[in-house]
């Protein structure tokens, strides 16, 4: 049991390019959604929480209209990097948490290049 | 805020000995401090978590151990094998909060 599966794996595109990226918790109900960004060899760092219905928190320093959370049902949040530049490329993982108190699991990352 | 210390930042054993990782929490309201293994291109994947009114916690080779009063806890892995090899992250939350992760342990299992 809980899966996180987020797709896609792999994206390469031009500077200036949106992409998105999906999240979805698959067989259990999250009220909380985590995005975290992972620099080679280094630790995860938390960019934003996103409560269902609700708007996402932002950890200081991300940019909230460079990095668009939507999380519009119990089982899907996404995360849109508007207009990616290279310094965007990076190692993007959602989390997902059923309730406060229950761990968190994680996707299998998206590996984002932007040429 | 919480800030999350793990050592060693790099692990090497020979196949069968046993490993030990150590983390220390600086926020003594932190109560859940969870163990994610972590391959490459992959992402982490919760071995082992243990609460704050628990001591030690046991789920077959792994073992995670917990002092509330000196704030650390430790990760041991028995009997390596090379597929334990990965990279392991500590981290500490009080349950409701996001996780505050180590910098990771790359763990090497030489056969």
């Known amino acids: 049991g809980a899966v996180v599966s987020q797709h896609p794996s792999r994206v390469i595109c031009k500077s200036g390019t949106s992409v998105k990226i999906e999240c979805r918790s698959l067989?259990?109900?999250?009220?909380?959604m985590f995005w975290y960004r992972q620099f080679p060899k280094q630790s995860l760092m938390l960019m934003a929480t996103?409560?269902?219905?609700?708007?996402?928190?932002?950890e200081q320093g991300v940019e909230k209209d460079k990095f668009l959370i939507n999380h519009a049902s119990l089982t899907l949040s996404t995360l849109t990097v508007t207009s990616a530049h290279p310094e965007d490329s990076s190692f993007y993982i959602c989390?997902?948490?059923?309730?406060?108190?229950?761990?968190?699991?994680f996707g299998d990352g998206t590996r984002l290049s932007i040429l | 805020g919480e800030n999350v210390e793990q050592h060693p930042s790099t692990l090497s054993v020979q196949e069968g000995d046993s490993a030990v990782i150590k983390c220390t929490y600086s926020?003594?309201?932190?109560?859940?401090f969870p163990w994610y293994k972590q391959e490459l291109g992959k992402g982490p994947q919760l071995i082992i978590d243990?609460?704050?009114?628990?001591g030690e916690k046991k789920d077959q080779r792994i073992a995670v151990t917990l002092n509330k009063t000196a704030k650390h806890f430790s990760l041991h892995i028995t009997e390596t094998q090379p597929e334990d090899s990965a990279v392991y992250f500590c981290?500490?939350?009080?349950?409701?909060?996001?996780?505050?992760f180590g910098k990771g342990t790359r763990l090497s299992v030489i056969a």
């Open positions: 243990i609460r704050s009114n628990v």
């Open positions: 981290a500490a939350s009080q349950g409701n909060t996001p996780l505050v």
């Open positions: 996103s409560n269902e219905g609700s708007k996402a928190t932002y």
């Open positions: 989390s997902a948490r059923e309730s406060s108190y229950q761990p968190q699991h």
């Open positions: 926020d003594s309201a932190s109560n859940y």
């Open positions: 067989d259990f109900q999250a009220t909380t």
